[in-house]
Nanobody, 121 residues
């Protein structure tokens, strides 16, 4: 079992930056794929980025070059550094954990409660 807690969301102007954190419990954290997803009002939850335990990372095209996912296995934490934020990045951001992972929410077994990110124009 893995429990996830996100933090770091907030309100920022377009062009600004935020860093989200996902703190996880569980001694096998390093073996899990950790993904970030987001959901805007009236829209489906969408993939943002994911980090595999071997160091491989994958990004959605809409955030590639602006967002960076990183993980600290010693601290059981995954980060999402978000730069050059745009109003269309406004959403609730969720982290999730999976044994294999991927880009679909259904591929993830454990979810955090989410953190709100609001980007003003």
């Amino acid at each position: 079992q893995v429990q996830l807690v996100e933090s770091g969301g907030g309100f920022v102007q377009a062009g600004g930056s935020l860093r989200l954190s996902c703190a996880a419990s569980g001694r096998t954290f390093s073996t899990y794929v950790i993904g970030w997803f987001r959901q805007a009002p009236g829209k489906e939850r969408e993939f943002v980025a994911a980090s595999w335990h071997g160091g491989f990372a994958n990004y959605a095209g809409s955030v590639k070059g602006r967002f960076t996912i990183s993980r600290d296995n010693a601290e059981n934490t995954v980060y999402l550094q978000m730069n050059s934020l745009k109003p269309e990045d406004t959403a609730i951001y969720y982290c999730a954990a999976a044994r294999r992972g991927g880009t679909y929410p259904s591929e993830y077994d454990y979810w955090g409660q989410g953190t709100q990110v609001t980007v003003s124009s």
